[in-house]
């Protein structure tokens, strides 16, 4: 096993037979698909995972692809020591000539030996070490004890065969939760907002939930692996990313309530995002109507200058980051699109349910993928743009479809009222380019 850092290809995850789509009558129509996905893995997750938690760091226990996804996906390396590398398995490993195991402890070793500053060490599953069986829970456990009281060794899998790409943030923070501490007895109820936001985003929350009088509140992720939250029956957990199922379910074990309203996207989105998060915490509706009634005609003044581009044009969601249905949402109701479709990898009914219920009634959903099947739907359509991964954007390009990469939307701050314009201007964009260059 050899230790590789940033240093190039992405690998998409393609899985799964093929079978027939199928439709509810007594719901909105949601076409179910198992086949080939085009998908990143849940490595992805790490691209913004390292900048979030400033003290951890990600060791992909993968291969040379791996490494190379991870590098092109995080692009120009910002800082003077990266936060993740990959301990690549080799053939010897393969083989099984080596003890990966040994191998592992040596490299993590070697690599806290030199790196003190790092405080919270993830050892992150990939394809090649679930091929090789390599057990990293059990390594995480042993290496915290090794390094007790100086890192923190946890294990999460991103690989491409368990996880899709926003799936890799929800299984790293599920890994967090068993360490965050109980509440103190008696404790007042406070606020934990769940799902890695741009730090900008996260200030921005703070300040407003200060407004509201809203508090304690707390993030996860932290940003220092020091400052874990504590969690308990007093917590009211508000999800910030619709991709943390195993996350919620984990806090909710911890006793834990989640506060549900749709997610914080767009002017509509932040405002009931809040207010669902305000009537939990008691405040009154006129503090909260005088708190956000001037950042909302703000966001909706900024909002204008999209809306002529976006407004009666179509757009065509391909499974990919389970921001879909939300985002879907935000340019139905608030830039006057028309949803096509909207395809997510899964539909967790319950965290969507406030999201699509905003939605037209006869909004086509689709869960899951088979992707020539999705395409030929989506070539039928020729919708005015098209929200894709990196696989499918070039191809549709070239066949004169307007794309815009989903990953665009997990790498952009997009939440809340000052981005809720960057966010349609995501969309906007590409329209342009299209009209400029058909001109
Ligand atoms: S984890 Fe699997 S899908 Fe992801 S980069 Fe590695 S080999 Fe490819």
Redesign the pocket.
Known sequence: MTLREPATS????HSGPLTVPVAKSDAPPLIRESGQREV????TGIVWLHRKIQDAFFL?V??R??A???QSAAGVMIFAEPRFATAIIDERDLAGLADANAELDRLVTRLLRYRPDIKMLFLVG???SEVIKLDLSRAAARLSQEFAGKVRVLSYS????ETTFTQGEDACLASLVPLLPPEAPDSDCSLLVVGALADVVEDQFRRLFEELGIGPVHFLPPRSSTELPSVGPSTRYLLAQPFLSDTARALEERGATRIEGPFPLGVEGTTAWLKACADAFGVAPDRFRSVVAPKIARSRESLDRYRAELSGRSVFFFPDSQLEIPIARFLVREMGMKAVEVGTPYLHRFHMASDMALLPANTQYSEGQDVERQLDRCRAARPDITVCGLGLANPLEVEGLTTKWSIELLFTPIQGYEQASDLAELFARPMVRRTRLAA
């Open positions: 992405r690998c998409e995850a990143f893995c849940g490595l992909v993968g291969s692809t791996c190379h996804l991870l990939s394809c090649p991103g690989s491409g065969i």
